[in-house]
T-cell receptor, first 113, second 114 residues
Framework: NAGVTQTPKFQVLKTGQSMTLQCAQD?????MSWYRQDPGMGLRLIHY???????DQGEVPNGYNVSRSTTEDFPLRLLSAAPSQTSVYFC????????????FGDGTRLSIL | AQSVAQPEDQVNVAEGNPLTVKCTYS??????LFWYVQYPNRGLQFLLK??????LVKGSYGFEAEFNKSQTSFHLKKPSALVSDSALYFC????????????FGTGTRLKVLA
């Protein structure tokens, strides 16, 4: 049981490049979400999903796209990377019957030059 | 507006002493409150939550938290700190009832000194 797997662990991009951060879970969780963690700002919700085909915006959605075609996968897309998107990105999952994000991946450290 | 505050960037405590990490919140309606811990280069780990019921909530690794409605606080506590408790701690609140949006505090770094 792998839990929540995020790939890649590290990535460096140039401004304007596109990229997809991958998140997969093997627990059949309906709820998945993406957060970014910045120093002094805690975690901020980017997008979330409560099931395949259902997504919604969080606190800081601009510059990011998501889709949920399967229960297992919830990729985060940066269409045109900007230096302000340099951050550590975390994916989390849980059942919708649980009140909170229960399982987190180990993060993707993204630098935009 | 919904918010959560962790007023201390860092808390230092001697091993064996009790520890408290503070959290205050502002939400409309009944709050759903949570504590998480983060070790270096890892994702967050869920510690405990308050939804309803007893104001003293017990969680993982000997941690507990006390919900105080009048003071709008949800402080994390442990009777006897361990060096291995040194980590970054986050308080979080569910945005509003019936949603899956969560607001996290800015985090408090706990340092337990041997």
């Amino acid at each position: 049981n792998a839990g929540v797997t995020q790939t890649p662990k590290f990535q460096v991009l140039k401004t304007g490049q596109s990229m997809t951060l991958q998140c997969a879970q093997d627990m059949n969780h309906e709820y998945m979400s993406w957060y970014r963690q910045d120093p002094g700002m805690g975690l901020r919700l980017i997008h979330y999903s409560v099931g395949a085909g259902i997504t919604d915006q969080g606190e800081v959605p601009n510059g990011y796209n998501v889709s949920r075609s399967t229960t297992e996968d919830f990729p985060l897309r940066l269409l045109s990377a900007a230096p302000s998107q340099t951050s550590v990105y975390f994916c989390a999952s849980s059942t919708t019957g649980t009140a909170q994000p229960q399982h987190f991946g180990d993060g993707t450290r993204l630098s935009i030059l | 507006a919904q918010s959560v505050a962790q007023p201390e960037d860092q808390v230092n405590v001697a091993e064996g002493n009790p520890l408290t990490v503070k959290c205050t919140y502002s939400v409309s309606g009944n709050p759903y409150l949570f504590w998480y811990v983060q070790y270096p280069n890892r994702g967050l780990q869920f510690l405990l939550k308050y939804i309803t019921g007893d104001n003293l909530v017990k969680g993982s690794y000997g941690f507990e938290a006390e919900f105080n409605k009048s003071q709008t606080s949800f402080h994390l506590k442990k009777p006897s700190a361990l060096v291995s408790d040194s980590a970054l701690y986050f308080c979080a609140v569910r945005y509003t009832s019936g949603t899956y949006k969560y607001i996290f505090g800015t985090g408090t770094r706990l340092k337990v000194l041997a």
